[in-house]
């Protein structure tokens, strides 16, 4: 145990040394920046010139009627959608606001988590804590009494004794670590309520920060039809020479086109959240620094785009190289799924599934660390490897805060696009079917509803993504602002009366020692 213990402190103080935080930076984002990771933007511009080079080749030997299969070259679906334009052009009066309302509905949303993310997230807890024991009481009570009506589905009825047994004292084992690790995270927990009611009033003050996903999302589509017009030329290529031995390197070519399109989706949006992250930062620690949030926006992402789109296009080059091993290694396993009693083809499908999954575990890992790493990069304008070291060592000397956070920051990101688009889908339904005006002129009242809703998960997700990355990078400013300044001079107001309140100081290493590291 002692041997334990000592690790798990020489791994702390490790981080903290070698993971020593600029002293720069305690004021707040650096503004003295250089260009950084010119290499990797010039391998990214000379990616782009290949990819015009394929696109060229595919638009000149393709053709993608050959793709459309003869059945449907006749089928004629005018009429089907004649109707639905129609629906949709009698319920215009009622779609024209539902981006208003959406976007109201965002702003009501956030004032309601600025007020409220403590209650909500309690009640998560609560609800899951009550599940659990509740759970195991039914398995206990139908173990106990066979004829008992508490299980109305009748799913526990057909288990066995020993699976209830098992399920019943497992659920009560798990309530009771559950109790136990709450009463161990109480003050953390506490923190991240702070965390998330910051992070809303950030998107509150800020708003223009809900356009930065907007524009991602605007040149992304742009790009996606490129990609997807390319992807059909390629695909057609294959077909018109499926005779001929002259395709031997579309597959490398297809290979190229889908690794290009990665890319460029995780620097699109790798871009989105640097931008953010800035902002964040910059709004974190403008109330000492009298720092002017006017055109944030602008001065954001020419930050981003004069200084760091290497660093940002080097960490969308390793997603965009996982996601596209994943890709490869889900068509070999589609490929092993048609093999039938070949105990060969078991043991690969059981293989590729075992690393799919560690692959994308792997992802998820680098998907996190990368966008705290924008967070380091927003905060000191170093390189991306640089910014992604200070960024783990940052998260291994804090680890149950920033995992807290971020796995919290999801379930509120996920709890508001869901309340965003539920309640813009119940309005629009309510006002097609029960106004007369529309009654009579909707044929479908499903058609306009579905557009609603389609139109309400896009604004519900502008608002939330920018909500959960703002709670993530206002983390790390807060356990920068924790280790480079005393009392957390810059946090704001409502992490200010968190710290006056709960806060006892850092809890791995003393104040004096943290402050000679910095020396």
């Known amino acids: 145990m002692d041997s334990a213990i000592e690790t798990r402190e020489n791994v702390q103080e490790k981080a903290y040394k070698e993971g020593k935080l600029d002293p720069t930076i305690a004021m707040g984002p650096t503004e003295h920046r250089t260009c950084r990771d010119p290499l990797c933007f010039l391998v990214f511009v000379l990616c782009w010139v290949a990819s015009f080079i394929v696109a060229q080749y595919a638009f000149r030997n393709g053709d993608p009627n050959v793709l459309i299969p003869s059945a449907y070259s006749n089928f004629n679906t005018a009429p089907v959608g004649a109707i639905f334009y129609d629906d949709l052009k009698a319920a215009q009066p009622i779609l024209i606001f539902v981006p208003i309302a959406a976007i109201i509905l965002g702003f009501i949303f956030l004032c309601f988590l600025r007020n409220c993310a403590g209650c909500v997230l309690w009640s998560f807890i609560i609800i899951f ?25 009748g799913i526990l009825k057909s288990t066995s004794e020993a699976t209830l047994k098992v ?30 009611r910051c992070a809303a009033e950030f998107v509150r003050e800020v708003p223009s920060a ?19 017009s390319v992807s059909v030329y390629l695909s057609s290529i294959d077909e018109i020479k499926k005779n001929e031995q002259e395709n031997s390197n579309h597959g490398l070519l297809k290979l190229f086109h889908l690794f290009h399109g990665f890319w460029n989706y995780h620097l699109i ?14 709004w974190y620690f403008h109330n000492e620094r009298k720092h002017e949030l006017n055109n944030l926006l602008l001065k954001s992402y020419g930050t981003a785009l004069f200084y760091q789109l290497g660093s940002i296009a080097f960490g969308s080059l390793i997603l965009a190289a996982l996601s596209t091993v994943k890709a490869v290694l889900a068509y ?29 575990c792997f992802e998820r890992m680098i998907q996190f660390l990368t966008r705290h790493s924008y967070t380091q990069m927003a905060m000191t304008g170093k390189s991306f490897c640089s910014s ?14 920033f995992g807290l956070v971020h796995e919290f920051g999801k379930i509120f990101v996920g709890f508001g696009q869901f309340c965003i688009t539920l309640v813009v889908t119940v309005l629009t339904y309510a006002s097609v079917t029960k106004i007369s005006q529309f009654q009579e002129t909707v044929h479908f009242p499903l058609v306009p509803v579905a557009l609603a809703a389609g139109v309400g998960y896009v604004i519900g997700t502008i608002f939330m993504t920018v909500y959960g990355m703002a709670a993530d990078a206002i983390i790390q400013c807060y356990c920068i602002d924790e280790e480079l300044n005393p009392n957390n001079r810059y946090a704001p107001v409502i992490l200010r009366d968190f710290i006056e309140q709960h806060a006892g100081g850092h809890m791995l290493i003393k104040d004096a020692e943290l402050s000679s590291n910095f020396k």
Not at 173 to 183: D, E, H
Not at 388 to 401: C, E, H
Request: net charge positive.
């Open 129 to 153: 804590l009550v599940g659990l024991v509740t759970f195991g009481f039914l398995c206990f009570d139908t173990l106990s009494n066979p004829d008992s009506t508490l299980d109305q589905f």
């Open 167 to 196: 399920l019943a004292f497992g659920s009560w084992t798990l309530a009771a670590i559950y109790i136990l690790a709450l009463f161990c995270l109480c003050n953390r927990i506490r923190l991240t309520v702070a965390i998330l």
């Open 210 to 228: 809900l356009l930065a996903p907007l524009a991602s999302v605007t040149i992304f589509g742009g790009y996606l039809i490129y990609w997807l």
């Open 269 to 282: 949006f790798g871009v989105t959240q640097f931008v953010i992250a800035l902002m964040c930062c910059r």
């Open 332 to 360: 070999f396993y589609r490929q092993l799924n048609s093999i039938e009693g070949n105990p060969v083809g078991r043991c690969m499908k059981y293989l590729y599934a075992c690393i799919l999954c560690f692959l994308d």
């Open 388 to 401: 992604s070291k200070d960024a783990f060592y940052l998260v291994v000397r804090n680890t149950a805060r």
